[in-house]
T-cell receptor, first 114, second 113 residues
Framework: NAGVTQTPKFQVLKTGQSMTLQCAQD?????MYWYRQDPGMGLRLIYY???????DKGEVPNGYNVSRLNKREFSLRLESAAPSQTSVYFC?????????????FGNGTRLTVT | GNSVTQMEGPVTLSEEAFLTINCTYT??????LFWYVQYPGEGLQLLLK?????DKGSNKGFEATYRKETTSFHLEKGSVQVSDSAVYFC????????????FGQGTELSVKP
């Protein structure tokens, strides 16, 4: 049971570089999410996708774009990385919205932007 | 807007001590409330939940009661183990935000043998 798989686990970027964080789930879930985790701030929602073909902004979307490639995959792109984007990024999925079905999280991507 | 506030950590306890982690929320109406746990090097996983006032969620010896009158959802465990060392997140979900989860800042628990 793979669950939610994120790649890469670690990444170091220089300011201005771009990269894509990959996420895939094998639970046939409809909803997928990208969060960032920063010390003292908990998890903050960047973008989410309620179903295949739809995406919406969360609390902190600036500087990011997403693609729901198909039902399984939801990628997060940083077009021009900034030091403020240094964080741990978590992808999650759920069968429906977070009220009625638990979120299943990947193990995270630790990103450092120098 | 909706928000969740947790007690600051880290919390350090000896094995078999009683645990309380405070959580209060701000929201209109009746949100659903959750506790998620993050073990070292892993993503979060659901620990327990309560969807209406006075409900008690419980799992693995942990429990929390949804108190509407005090807008609280405190996490408790009668006797902690070293294996309970983790970061605990309180969260809420409300229909006025499309059911998306809002997390508190997290409380780190360290249990010493």
């Amino acid at each position: 049971n793979a669950g939610v798989t994120q790649t890469p686990k670690f990444q170091v970027l220089k300011t201005g570089q771009s990269m894509t964080l990959q996420c895939a789930q094998d639970m046939n879930h409809n909803s997928m999410y990208w969060y960032r985790q920063d010390p003292g701030m908990g998890l903050r929602l960047i973008y989410y996708s309620a179903s295949e073909g739809t995406t919406d902004k969360g609390e902190v979307p600036n500087g990011y774009n997403v693609s729901r490639l198909n039902k399984r995959e939801f990628s997060l792109r940083l077009e021009s990385a900034a030091p403020s984007q240094t964080s741990v990024y978590f992808c999650a999925s759920s069968e429906a919205d977070g009220t009625n079905s638990p979120l299943h999280f990947g193990n995270g991507t630790r990103l450092t932007v120098t | 807007g909706n928000s969740v506030t947790q007690m600051e950590g880290p919390v350090t306890l000896s094995e078999e001590a009683f645990l309380t982690i405070n959580c209060t929320y701000t929201a209109t109406g009746y949100p659903s409330l959750f506790w998620y746990v993050q073990y070292p090097g892993e993503g979060l996983q659901l620990l327990l939940k309560a969807t209406k006032a006075d409900d008690k969620g419980s799992n693995k010896g942990f429990e929390a009661t949804y108190r509407k009158e005090t807008t609280s959802f405190h996490l408790e465990k009668g006797s902690v183990q070293v294996s309970d060392s983790a970061v605990y997140f309180c969260a809420l979900s409300h229909y006025n935000q499309g059911g998306k989860l809002i997390f508190g800042q997290g409380t780190e628990l360290s249990v010493k043998p």
